[in-house]
């Protein structure tokens, strides 16, 4: 395990209740969000009256089904000193909203030590904002998961305690009709146990804003590519080196497809048919015909940048992993399974 002194990628430790929990990350994003995010169109979209009743409904639901979850946010809000209907309304951006400014790459390499590589790509104007935190929940469960300012742990990309990791890409699925927020999916698998569980839980609650999840788990060598939403769920393994932008490829739902996420889809594909090409080269690939796989553009056409990058290896007793910042080819931080 290693570390360095990093200007654009954080550490953040939280521990205790989920109301806890939250409030650290709650604090540690509060500056960002009140310099940064207030001040954007986007939030003022997300955040607008209209969407309230509909906030209300997800925000009641999610109390009646993941009670520590609806803790966890009213921590959040408070630690960044914002009304809660407002942080809820953030962190249901992908079930009010499609055109979401949420990109991401991933690269999953099949094998008997499964990897996941991961482009984290979001607003450019959060670039030097997000962390990584590392979570201890009293249950036992904990986690290490890179962190937007202002939003749940688990829609990025994390490895648990109990030796899951997780890569999330967002989809852009038209006419959803959420009951459920997508971003408490993603937060409350990172309290699963195992894969089974995992599946089981966006199996039978998927009436959200879409999004595709790569999963694994140490001990076992299969690689599983999950996208869901709408009310709709679809699971396949993957058996030979992938690839996975922000559009689904098995998932049979209306959606949006940008330049980028289906130039993204390409090139890395591409890429992945010479066995010898290293994931995270694919990740800082500037290459291709079309918009580049690794974003640092100004003027990026969805309006995102590569913001942190993953590396994880999945192996028969326990995941190693090596977080990178947007352009270090070194890894700023690195551990085994949930700890540092």
């Known amino acids: ?46 955040t607008d009256a209209r969407h309230q009743p509909v906030v209300s409904a997800l925000a009641a639901r ?37 055109n979401l400014p949420d ?15 991961h482009n984290e790509d979001g607003l450019p104007e959060l670039r030097g904002s997000c962390f990584i935190a590392q979570v201890a929940e009293l249950s036992g469960a904990g986690f290490v998961a890179c962190c937007y300012p202002g939003s749940l742990p688990g829609h990025t990309f994390a490895v648990t305690s109990a030796g899951l990791a997780q890569a999330v890409n967002n989809l852009r699925l038209h006419d959803t009709r959420p009951e459920i927020p997508r971003m408490v999916l ?48 679809s699971h396949k393994r993957i058996t030979t080196p992938s690839a996975h932008a922000n559009h689904a490829l098995h998932l049979p739902f209306a959606q949006a497809i940008t330049r980028s996420s289906s130039d993204r889809q390409r090139r890395a594909d591409e890429l992945l048919a010479d066995p010898t090409t290293a994931p995270l080269q694919i990740l800082r690939d500037t290459g291709g015909a079309g918009l580049p796989i690794h974003r640092s ?5 969805d309006h995102e940048n590569t913001l942190a990058s993953a590396i994880i290896a999945v192996e ?25």
């Open 1 to 46: 395990m290693s570390e360095t002194v990093v200007a654009e990628l954080g550490w953040v430790r939280a521990a205790g209740k989920p109301y806890d929990i939250g409030l650290a990350l709650g604090r540690a994003g509060r500056a960002a969000v009140h310099e940064l995010l207030c001040a954007l169109e986007y939030w003022h979209a997300v």
């Open 62 to 98: 999610t109390q009646a089904l993941f009670p520590d979850i609806h803790a966890e946010l009213q921590g959040l809000a408070d630690g960044l000193d914002l009304p809660f209907e407002q942080v809820m309304a953030w962190n249901c951006r992908g079930d009010l909203m499609s």
């Open 103 to 117: 990109g991401c790459t991933t690269v999953q390499v099949p094998g008997t030590t499964p990897l996941i590589a």
């Open 186 to 233: 993603g937060r409350a698998v990172l309290r699963c146990r195992t894969i089974a569980e995992a599946l089981g839980l966006l199996a039978r609650e998927n009436q959200c804003g879409g999004f595709h999840f790569t999963l694994a788990q140490a001990g076992d060598d299969s690689l599983h590519s999950v996208e869901f939403g709408g009310g709709m769920f």
């Open 297 to 301: 553009m100004s003027d990026d056409p």
């Open 316 to 340: 028969k007793d326990r995941i190693t992993w090596s977080f990178h910042d947007q352009s270090s080819t070194a890894p700023v931080y690195s551990g085994i399974d949930a700890t540092r």
